[in-house]
């Protein structure tokens, strides 16, 4: 089955400071990855997502993430935080297993906080 | 921007009390999902379902809960008999096509509070 791994559950930088929020997955066939965005009090936000193709994916709001074969990995990047960019971010990875409509399998979150 | 609506945005019920989430999906999806994300946890995925019926379900999604699409618009989910345990945030979500890979679209959740 897929699964997705995030390391660290809270990551604290400096506005300016570049942003990485790592995520390895685990499948046993090329995945679909994802991360989304929670806001305090809100839904979740589609930031990006990889199906196939170019490796490194742009998103909403100055992030991309690039797709690692060979690390299984997935990290979230920006090269310059902004205070509004805090909230929890959730990667996640497509769920393939048989005829069903997929479902997306979320890692446990890391919640991103920015010093001003 | 179509978006997936969700009401109450926070109910407060008490143990053993039903309780019915309403959700409208974006209007041209056939595909229909509810999560939960209990607090300080992950979001866990509770049931998928199309064409009037469940797809799949998670092992949460016992015989307390139920889903139904009433009038062809309304998803609901439905907490039979609600325990402590039940608190947390419920998400409905859809898409347009079921195939992986494809964007499922969440709406901004219904917080359940069981006292």
């Known amino acids: 089955a897929q699964s997705v791994t995030q390391l660290g559950s809270h990551v604290s930088v400096s506005e300016g400071a570049l942003v990485l929020l790592r995520c390895n997955y685990s499948?046993?066939?090329?995945?679909?990855l994802f991360w989304y965005v929670q806001y305090p009090n809100q839904g979740l936000q589609l930031l990006l997502k990889?199906?196939?193709?170019?490796?490194l994916v742009k998103g909403i709001n100055g992030f991309e993430a690039e797709f690692k074969k060979s690390e299984t990995s997935f990290h979230l990047t920006k090269p310059s935080a902004h205070m509004s960019d805090a909230a929890e971010y959730f990667c996640?990875?497509?769920?393939?297993?048989?005829?069903?409509?997929?479902?997306?399998?979320f890692g446990s979150g890391t919640r991103l906080s920015i010093r001003p | 921007e179509p978006e997936v609506t969700q009401t109450p945005s926070h109910q407060v019920t008490q143990m053993g009390q039903e309780v019915i989430l309403r959700c409208v999906p974006i209007?041209?999806?056939?595909?229909f999902y509810w999560y939960r994300q209990i607090l300080g946890q992950k979001v866990e995925f509770l049931v998928s379902?199309?064409?009037?019926?469940?797809?799949?379900k998670s092992e949460i999604f016992d015989d307390q809960f139920s889903v139904e699409r009433p009038d062809g618009s309304n998803f609901t989910l439905k907490i039979r008999s609600t325990k402590l345990e039940d608190s947390a945030m419920y998400f409905c979500?859809?898409?347009?096509?079921?195939?992986?890979?494809?964007?499922?679209?969440f709406g901004e959740g219904s917080w359940l509070t069981v006292v």
């Open positions: 979500a859809s898409s347009y096509t079921a195939s992986s890979g494809n964007t499922i679209y």
């Open positions: 996640a990875v497509s769920d393939l297993r048989g005829s069903s409509a997929s479902k997306i399998i």
């Open positions: 379902f199309y064409n009037n019926e469940i797809s799949e």
């Open positions: 990889y199906t196939t193709g170019a490796t």
């Open positions: 499948s046993s066939v090329p995945p679909y």
């Open positions: 209007s041209n999806h056939l595909y």
